[in-house]
């Protein structure tokens, strides 16, 4: 229990000598050459589909899986001014919180059952305005075994996670 607390901690704790806010014992994940930049674990597997998304997981049976699929839209036209939280209203999901870096996110949590197996998914939605007429929005689900929930490692991800994903950056070209 001491190693697993120790690692937890260790995870956790910010570098003075990197000069970032990364945590220790996590990489830097530069999704599609810097369309979204967030962190996840070290030891963690990325995968990423030739024309989809990408998915972030730690080896093994039984562990957690971070997907993310990113939108990039230009909404059709309309005198309203074009924010984070407008955005991710007119597509259903409410903004919870506009973040300090101008970005809305939405959060949920689903529980279904597939082939037997209750797993439960933790939703965040994050909507970032481009430009005046550009918004991406980026869809970051994290499914676990509903079995794994209470525990100290779940927990500790999620919490991970959920910082991570609040200070994600896009970037600030529009593309082509």
Do not use: C
């Amino acid at each position: 229990m001491r190693k697993l607390i120790a690692g937890i901690a260790a995870l956790l704790t910010t570098s003075a000598a990197s000069g970032t806010a990364q945590p220790v014992g996590s990489k830097q994940i530069n999704y599609r050459g810097g369309l979204v930049e967030f962190s996840i674990p070290a030891a963690w597997v990325e995968e990423y589909e030739p024309e989809g998304g990408g998915t972030f997981y730690e080896p093994g049976d039984g562990t957690g899986t971070l997907r993310l699929n990113v939108i990039s839209a230009k909404p059709p036209n309309s005198d309203a001014k074009l924010t984070s939280d407008r955005v991710l209203a007119q597509i259903g999901h409410p903004a919870s919180e506009i973040l300090p870096n101008g970005n809305a996110i939405s959060t949920k949590v689903s529980r279904e059952t597939e082939q037997g197996t209750p797993p439960i998914t933790f939703w965040w939605h994050v909507a970032n305005v481009v430009s005046p007429t550009h918004v991406r929005i980026a869809n970051f689900s994290y499914t676990i075994l509903s079995s794994n929930e209470g525990t100290a490692l779940t927990k500790s991800e999620l919490s991970f996670l959920e910082k991570s994903i609040r200070n994600a950056s896009f970037s600030p070209v529009t593309g082509k």
